[in-house]
């Protein structure tokens, strides 16, 4: 298991990381792990003291980015790639087109990047 099943790992780090030393600026992780470390720097008070910053563009993620606690994210698009992946095997497979690399985020806001300033432009394509 990579931990990407929620928040336990995140947890686990940052109390680690706040045994060791309470006094960092920034966390970057997946967004899995970054929703444990709100949950832990919330219970320690420490809430908008460290910038959150999530890859992944989950539900939580556009949530936190939303409501000031987390500072930003890249997106992900499961959803789009997937469909791309399905669309590119059957253009394949019934009219031996070579699709060759698609990038799922070339029609995303900003590239993918996520801010509080546009945080709108996204939509979820996974819960998180």
């Known amino acids: ?11 686990a780090a940052t109390q680690d990381i706040l045994s060791m030393n309470s006094s960092f600026d920034v966390m970057v992780g997946a967004d899995q792990s970054i929703q444990g470390a ?15 910053i999530g890859l992944g563009g989950s539900a939580p ?31 394949a497979l019934k009219n031996g087109v ?3 690399g698609i990038d799922p985020l070339a029609t ?3 590239g993918g990047l996520i801010t ?6 996204f939509s979820a394509e996974w819960d998180g």
């Not at 709100?38 to 959150?52: C, N, R, W, Y």
Request: glycine residues 22%; hydrophobic residues 35%; charged residues 20%.
């Open 1 to 11: 298991e990579g931990k990407y099943l929620g928040p336990d790992g995140g947890i």
């Open 38 to 52: 709100a949950i832990v720097l919330a219970d320690e008070g420490m809430t908008g003291q460290v910038k959150l």
């Open 61 to 91: 993620a556009l949530k936190g980015i939303s409501d000031g606690s987390w500072f930003g994210g890249v997106f992900g698009a499961p959803g789009t790639e997937g469909r791309y992946a399905m669309e590119a095997m059957v253009d």
């Open 98 to 100: 070579d699709q060759g």
């Open 108 to 110: 995303a806001p900003d």
């Open 116 to 121: 509080s300033g546009n945080v709108s432009k």
